[in-house]
């Protein structure tokens, strides 16, 4: 049975207009009340930047044969159990006949500023990735199969996250990969390497201009990063686990 990508060209395109739409108006409605954020702060304090995502994710679980998996949203039962710390606050979580089927984190990164939020990104997904898998070594979830693991970024595609940047490294030589890339280029390579290091089943990396807000326009750097990789990715495991379940 082939996989059902649940329209997702189409539903991602939506996603990506809600998500700039809801970031206007999330930031007007703060303005109008006279008391908004600082900076590009009052785009984000709403909250419902990336829903469109989470439909689109849900969509795929019910169309590849969990339709009756629990799918949760809400805050109060977004936690899982970690080794390091007692808890962390997933996203979105998918459980089926008490076994975790898929944990999603969804992000996002909005100029003026990408130096230090990149870095401060790199180390959230990789300490909860670490977080996760260690405590599924130490039985936290009991005994069942690697559940899905999926990262997913959407980064501002402007003159500022394009651009090459230079990096101070006095002792010893930055990763040539590195070296002149703009965050954009960054974030794949991140992403590609959280992959191969088998932290996310799928780290994927998504590119938007500000006007996509009336188109839905985005793109990705490399195939392995694209967010057809991620849903496919994603499909894949929801089908592979439906029928394992029964």
């Known amino acids: 049975m082939p996989l059902d990508l649940a329209d997702y060209e189409r539903k991602s395109a939506e996603a990506v207009m809600a998500f700039w739409g809801n970031r206007e108006k ?4 703060q303005i109008e009340a006279g008391k908004s954020d600082q900076g590009e702060r009052a785009g984000v304090t709403a909250g419902k930047n990336m829903d469109g995502f989470i439909a689109l994710i ?12 629990q799918i949760h949203q809400q805050r109060a039962v977004l936690t899982l159990p970690g080794y390091f710390r007692p808890t962390k606050l997933w996203d979105m979580l998918v459980i089926y006949k008490k076994q975790l089927i898929a944990a999603v984190e ?14 401060n990104r790199t180390e959230e ?3 909860t990735a670490h977080d996760l898998w260690t405590a599924y070594r130490e039985g936290a979830f009991g005994k069942q199969p690697r559940p899905f693991v999926g990262w997913m970024m959407l980064v501002e595609d402007a003159a500022a996250s394009r651009a090459p940047v ?3 490294s006095p002792h010893f030589p930055v990763f040539k ?17 959280l992959m191969q290091e088998q932290l996310y089943s799928t780290a994927a990396l998504m590119t938007s201009p500000r006007t996509a807000a009336s188109s839905g ?5 490399s195939d392995m990063t694209s967010f057809k990789t991620f849903v496919t990715s994603l499909a894949g ?5 439906a029928a394992r379940l029964g």
């Open 26 to 29: 999330s930031r007007q409605k």
């Open 166 to 168: 230079r990096d101070s």
């Open 125 to 127: 997904a990789i300490g």
């Open 217 to 221: 326009e985005y793109a990705h750097l």
């Open 106 to 119: 969804l992000k996002s990164q909005v100029g003026p500023s990408f130096g230090n939020n990149f870095n």
């Open 237 to 241: 495991h929801i089908a592979a686990e």
């Open 177 to 193: 990969e590195f070296q002149g890339a703009s965050y954009l280029k960054r974030y794949d390579v991140l992403c590609q390497r």
């Open 58 to 69: 849900i969509d795929i679980v019910k169309a590849n044969g969990l339709a009756h998996a």
